[in-house]
């Protein structure tokens, strides 16, 4: 089990993992500067520094100060976690060209009201409306689901990306979003499994996002089983 943990990676680092491992290659360290970092990701350089700082708690990265410059590597680690992904991605591109959806099953969770305050925030209320169509419900629906299931649900989906913007006050980060299908005996209601740049959830817990009040839509409670597509 702890093998397959470290294989795992976490879905938001990997684009950062694959964009080092183009600048840097898989064994070797170069100096490479957040302000190059921030450039090419479309990041801020304050954001850059630290996921560079994440990666390296995690193990991902090494670092190595020089008199030119800072010096970083990919791990052993980092380069398991791309191989792993390079497999799991092969192996949905080579599949059976059907175009039959996945279907995956999770429990639902109660939250903290994390999602509902995010939800309200102007910004991020005028992009969700404008994915649904008409405005949220101010909250999310929160699910845990098996990690390897809704990876591969997520690697298959078109991702749209709501961008981050700042206020007097804060920096907000970008969310990630993806187009499902929400269903129970018969019923379907169309939402959106939003990933935040900076979230306090675990991977494999999605926040949903819909125009409905799903627990009322469904009569769901803690632990009732909901299917997405």
């Known amino acids: 089990m702890e093998k397959e943990s470290k294989l795992e990676g976490n879905i938001q680092h990997i684009p950062l993992l694959l964009y080092l491992s183009q600048k840097l290659g898989l064994s070797k360290t170069d100096i490479l500067s957040t302000t190059d970092i921030a450039k090419d990701m479309n990041f801020s350089q304050q954001t850059a520094s630290r996921k560079m700082q994440e990666l390296e708690e995690l193990g991902f990265i090494k670092k190595q100060y020089s008199p030119n410059g800072l010096m970083i590597g990919l791990t052993d ?32 969770l109660s939250g903290i009201g994390e999602g509902k305050f995010y939800v309200q925030i102007k910004n991020y209320n005028e992009a969700f409306t404008k994915l649904l169509g008409e405005k949220p419900f101010p909250g999310t629906l929160n699910v845990i689901f098996d990690k390897d299931e809704f990876r591969e649900l997520i690697l298959k989906k078109e991702l749209v990306r709501i961008e981050g913007f700042k206020t007097k006050e804060r920096t907000f980060g970008y969310i990630n979003c993806y187009k499902i299908t929400i269903q129970k005996n018969n019923k379907k209601v169309l939402g959106f499994i939003t ?35």
């Open 77 to 108: 680690k980092a380069t398991e976690v791309l191989k792993a992904n390079y497999s799991h991605l092969k192996n949905i591109f080579e599949e059976s060209k059907s175009k039959k959806p996945v279907k995956i099953q999770g429990a639902i």
């Open 195 to 229: 990933i935040p740049e900076r979230t306090s959830h675990p991977e494999h817990i999605a926040e949903i996002i819909s125009p409905t009040y799903l627990r009322r839509e469904f009569n769901l409670k803690d632990n009732d089983k909901i299917e997405i597509v």
